[in-house]
């Protein structure tokens, strides 16, 4: 599935190795390899408009934390976003999902415990990918997923319709202003220069697809097997609370909805950002015995 071209590795905080590989797409992936023997791995998917490597030196330096445990994570920039090619932003959330279920088999082959988390719409794309095939995973983080509720059937399709005729113009939803993102104005300016952040609404094949999938989701949450961590801010303004709660209501025992109170969008950013960090690392320790 994957191309046989990787980028030379470098090296990442705290002694891990960092390469970047192509799927047959194009889209391009992310590894970071820890200095022992990996014990388990992890696929990471970012959200919305951002991309992999934010989880290396910012979002509470996520990735160096999971490799210092010995744990491999593999993280895929979306089409159009980060070092993937694409539109600025521009992505079909269906198929990121396919893609994200192949990419999981690929990393399966290793015979290592596997666990996923996703942030914002790499929630939902996680989401879509356990809804479209379970094999494999022992666990799954959903950090302030996007989890739409569905709209009447016309307008889903007179949606997808005009997201297939325009899939960049925006869509007809109101944006959260950058300062609702975080209480940490700092993270918020860095946010505004980095020149790898897509800096555009949601396109409305982003909107359309997340529809799509997230119906799916809803559809298959009580047959999942996987047990799930789902955190959400309370004071999120760019996904929804009770989204995750409901996903949580839906899921058979042993997952866990943990409300964050007063807590923004970019929960690992925010001021409660090491104590969610630390459930985090708490469920991947009991997921996967790091």
């Known amino acids: 599935m994957t191309q046989h071209n990787p980028r030379r590795p470098d090296h990442a905080p705290g002694g891990a190795r960092h390469h970047t590989r192509a799927l047959s797409t194009g889209t391009v992936v992310h590894v970071w390899a820890p200095g022992q023997p990996a014990a388990a791995m992890i696929q990471l998917q970012h959200g919305f408009a951002e991309y992999s490597e934010r989880f290396v030196h910012q ?27 694409g539109r600025p932003g ?75 005729i325009f899939p960049s113009a925006p869509a007809p939803v109101p944006a959260a202003p950058a300062t609702d993102l975080t209480r940490r104005e700092e993270m918020v300016r860095q946010a505004a220069q980095d020149p790898l952040m897509a ?53 058979k025992e042993g997952s866990t909805f943990l409300p964050v109170k007063g807590g923004r969008h970019e929960l690992l950013h925010d001021n409660d950002a090491e104590y969610v960090l630390h459930q985090v690392l708490d469920f991947v320790d009991r997921c996967l015995g790091t």
């Open 59 to 85: 979002y509470s330096q996520l990735v160096p934390r999971l490799t210092g445990k010995g744990v491999e994570v593999w993280a895929m920039d979306l089409p159009g976003h980060g070092r993937s090619p």
């Open 90 to 164: 521009v992505v079909d959330v269906r198929r990121a999902a396919e893609e994200h279920a192949r990419l999981r088999h690929d990393m399966l082959s290793r015979k290592l415990p596997l666990l996923a988390i996703g942030h914002s719409l790499g929630g939902l794309v996680t989401a879509g990918s356990i809804a479209t095939d379970q094999t494999g995973i022992a666990g799954a983080v959903l950090l302030a997923p996007a989890l739409p509720r569905s709209l009447p059937a016309p307008a889903r399709t007179l949606l997808n319709t005009v997201a297939r």
């Open 199 to 251: 800096h555009r609404g949601l396109p409305l094949l982003v909107a359309a697809s997340s529809l799509s999938v997230a119906a799916e989701v809803w559809a298959s949450a009580p047959q999942w097997q996987v047990p799930c961590l789902v955190v959400h801010g309370t004071a999120d303004t760019s996904t929804d609370p009770k989204g995750s709660r409901r996903l949580v209501e839906l899921l």
